[in-house]
């Protein structure tokens, strides 16, 4: 199974950018999509997740401000973000739990997000 993850890039502070990341190979099912992220010096953190059925959950510092969301045909989950600070600056790696022979879950390359004026 691989996971690609892209749509980061260089935003300015109030800014909005659209993280996608598509899982490919050998599935017959997935569970949850996740997004996390990890700043220099800090540790990886969840951000947002959606299960199988799209239900979400989000972390506190997201304050309504980021959309995690699914499209089950193209086994991708996408994550939108909107009015972007600074704190966000930090590359975001997706997380699939994936049916392929057994359940695994597996990590995209990371996508670098700056949030910077």
């Known amino acids: 199974v691989q996971l690609q993850a892209s749509g980061g890039g260089l935003v300015q502070p109030g800014g909005s950018l659209r993280l996608s990341c598509a899982a490919s190979?050998?599935?017959?099912?997935?569970?949850?999509m996740a997004w996390y992220r990890q700043a220099p010096g800090k540790q990886r953190e969840l951000v947002a997740i959606?299960?199988?059925?799209?239900?979400?959950n989000y972390a506190d510092f997201v304050e309504g401000r980021f959309t995690i969301s699914r499209d089950y045909p193209k086994n991708t989950v996408y994550l939108q973000m909107t009015s972007l600070k600074p704190e966000d600056t930090a590359l975001y790696y997706c997380n699939v739990a994936v049916l392929g022979a057994s359940w695994n879950t597996y990590w995209g390359q990371g996508t670098q997000v700056t949030v910077s004026s």
């Open positions: 959606i299960g199988s059925a799209g239900s979400t």
């Open positions: 190979g050998r599935i017959s099912s997935i569970n949850t």
